[in-house]
Nanobody, 115 residues
Framework: QVQLVESGGGLVQPGGSLRLSCAAS????????MGWYRQTPGKERDLVAS???????TYLDSVKGRFTISRDSAENTVYLQMNSLKPEDTAVYYC?????????WGQGTQVTVSS
């Protein structure tokens, strides 16, 4: 059974930082592409950042230079370090794992950027 458990969301002021974590189980983490998506009400879920098994990363243009995705294969965990947060980063953030051609999702964690 595949499980992706996110943590680290919350309320932060503009300019602040948060680190999201996603602990994966039930997959071979080392061969999975991991990603973070975000969604606001009435809008589609957008890819924020992804990291392939070899470590190459991709980012949504609006978060480049502010967000960093990383993975720890020893802990089967993927992280999203978010700095210089803006109100427009407010969304539910979802962890995604692409494993053997199948996509799996976490339950989501709310990030709210507001003063």
């Amino acid at each position: 059974q595949v499980q992706l458990v996110e943590s680290g969301g919350g309320l932060v002021q503009p300019g602040g930082s948060l680190r999201l974590s996603c602990a994966a189980s039930g997959i071979i983490f080392s061969i999975s592409t991991m990603g973070w998506y975000r969604q606001t009400p009435g809008k589609e879920r957008d890819l924020v950042a992804s990291i392939v098994p070899g470590g190459s990363t991709t980012y949504l243009d609006s978060v480049k230079g502010r967000f960093t995705i990383s993975r720890d294969s020893a802990e089967n965990t993927v992280y999203l370090q978010m700095n210089s947060l803006k109100p427009e980063d407010t969304a539910v953030y979802y962890c995604n794992a692409e494993y053997l051609g199948i996509g799996f999702w976490g339950q989501g964690t709310q990030v709210t950027v507001s003063s």
